[in-house]
């Protein structure tokens, strides 16, 4: 029985709440690059790293403007990593208060996608993130594209 406890005691002392985010691109965001894109995520803290599980979504890039369907000009990347850890080395000069989970590459994509995901540290006030994605896809394209994250309704679990 005192086993048990002390289990249950560490497990609940080694991770955090999980929170889902949902994340989206403001409109087509255009930094170096045009960008459309969604990405969902759970978000904890276990043994005092933050980690991301159940990522999924998409996201496409092109130098010219976005249409609503895909065109075969753009690098589009489908996202599904069932789980990724933050940098704990991560020493940021741009995007402080913020975790790096480097090797962020898609799963599916058109011409290849990789690179690494920021996302802004909670507040413990607010229910909304930044998060950028810094990457390279095929020989030409690379650049950053930026999200909005918004805790998803009823996410929150022990």
């Not at 890039?61 to 996202?79: A, H, I, P």
């Amino acid at each position: 029985m005192k086993a048990l406890i002390f289990l249950l005691t560490f497990i609940a002392t080694t991770a955090s709440a999980a929170t889902e985010y949902r994340c989206e691109t403001p409109e087509i965001s255009r930094r170096q690059v045009f960008s459309k894109g969604s990405l969902k995520f759970t978000d904890q803290v276990v043994n005092g790293k933050r980690v991301l599980t159940d990522v999924s979504g998409k996201i496409r890039t092109s130098w010219e403007d976005l249409q609503l369907t895909e065109s075969d000009g753009e690098y589009v990347g489908e996202f599904e990593i069932t789980r990724i850890v933050e940098n704990s080395n991560y020493n940021p000069r741009v995007y402080v208060n913020h975790s790096q989970f480097p090797e962020f590459n898609a799963t599916t994509s058109s011409h290849g996608m990789w690179g690494e995901f920021v996302v802004q540290k909670p507040d413990g006030v607010g229910s909304s993130l930044h998060a950028h994605y810094i990457f390279q896809s095929g020989d030409h394209m690379g650049g950053v594209v930026d999200f909005e994250c918004a805790v998803s309704s009823g996410s929150e679990t022990e």
